[in-house]
T-cell receptor, first 116, second 116 residues
């Protein structure tokens, strides 16, 4: 169990640029989640995949945000035309979905995005 | 919509002492899950303890235990024999059991300092 891996750890970009983050979940975890955490706040849910299907999206996920999980393994989160307000820590988590749905979500270290 | 409130932004405790972190939540549902997560500085979020709302017995994990008061919608975390490694941000989180939603709703967090 190597844990949830996120890349890059830090991303600095100019406003208006596009950025893409990657998340590799714990192997065999079929559920994958993206959260955003701003300074002094708890994480806020963005979206959730079960295998390759995106099953839930938050209203926070504007049309500038898109997430994919093409083969049900790793996932990418892309932000187009970045804005100052996008500066945050983007957290990925994964879990093993089952009938006992209270399986814990395991978090990665996050990708910190800074918009200049 | 469900909300989670952690009213104490910071607390401190002496090493080996006991500390209680408070959390309240608002929901109209009768069945749900509650969690405490720990986020050490610059490290990933880790699950500390979880509670199913239908269980009357309070969850316990080694030095960590909860006081779950369903009628009062309160879910406090007690840390016994505090250790330096317990210093972290602690987040209380809620998850519904309905509609297939998997999102965690987090409070703003509380910073715990452990003094030697």
């Amino acid at each position: 169990d190597t844990g949830v891996s996120q890349n890059p750890r830090h991303k600095i970009t100019k406003r208006g640029q596009n950025v893409t983050f990657r998340c590799d979940p714990i192997s065999e975890h079929n559920r994958l989640y993206w959260y955003r955490q701003t300074l002094g706040q708890g994480p806020e849910f963005l979206t959730y995949f079960q295998n390759e299907a995106q099953l839930e999206k938050s209203r926070l996920l504007s049309d500038r945000f898109s997430a994919e999980r093409p083969k049900g393994s790793f996932s990418t989160l892309e932000i187009q035309r970045t804005e100052q307000g996008d500066s945050a820590m983007y957290l990925c988590a994964s879990s093993l979905g089952s009938r006992d749905s209270n399986q814990p979500q395991h978090f990665g270290d996050g990708t910190r995005l800074s918009i200049l | 919509a469900q909300t989670v409130t952690q009213s104490q932004p910071e607390m401190s405790v002496q090493e080996a002492e006991t500390v209680t972190l408070s959390c309240t939540y608002d929901t109209s549902e009768s069945d749900y899950y509650l969690f405490w997560y720990k986020q050490p500085p610059s490290r990933q979020m880790i699950l500390v303890i979880r509670q199913e709302a239908y269980k009357q017995q309070n969850a316990t994990e080694n030095r960590f235990s909860v006081n779950f008061q369903k009628a009062a919608k309160s879910f406090s975390l007690k840390i016994s024999d505090s250790q330096l490694g317990d210093a972290a941000m602690y987040f209380c989180a809620y998850r519904t059991t309905k509609g297939g939603s998997e999102k965690l709703v987090f409070g703003k967090g509380m910073k715990l300092t452990v003094n030697p």
